[in-house]
């Protein structure tokens, strides 16, 4: 699946649009990484558990953008976004779109 945050792909054409689609994935904190976090954010630096925690959850919602598109029957994923937003204090949603597409060469 080749899923790109252009409007198209490079040498292939869009042959039908399906739709729009989306995954998403609420993440809350961890009482241990918290803790390390406070630690870290004392003497400065990147906090890495956060780190790591945003990039599976990126991962989970692009997955299950993904998943939504290959229901639909497509070959492509255009117009990609990612957005987050905070559902209550210590959780967060981060969530991607795009239109579901059937390309050619």
Do not use: C, W
């Not at 198209?8 to 729009?20: A, E, N, S």
């Not at 870290?40 to 997955?63: F, P, W």
């Amino acid at each position: 699946m080749i899923v790109a945050s252009t409007d198209d792909i490079p040498g292939k054409r869009i042959v039908k649009t399906l739709g729009l689609v989306r995954g998403s994935t609420v993440r809350g904190k961890h009482l241990g990484k918290d803790i390390l976090a406070v630690l870290r954010n004392l003497v400065g630096g990147e906090i890495t558990e956060y780190t790591k925690m945003l990039a599976e959850s990126r991962e989970q919602a692009l997955d299950r953008m993904i998943d939504d598109a290959r229901r639909l029957g497509a070959t492509a994923v255009v117009g990609v976004r990612f957005a987050s937003a905070s559902i209550t204090t210590g959780a967060a949603e981060i969530l991607v779109y795009g239109t579901a597409v059937i390309i050619e060469e």
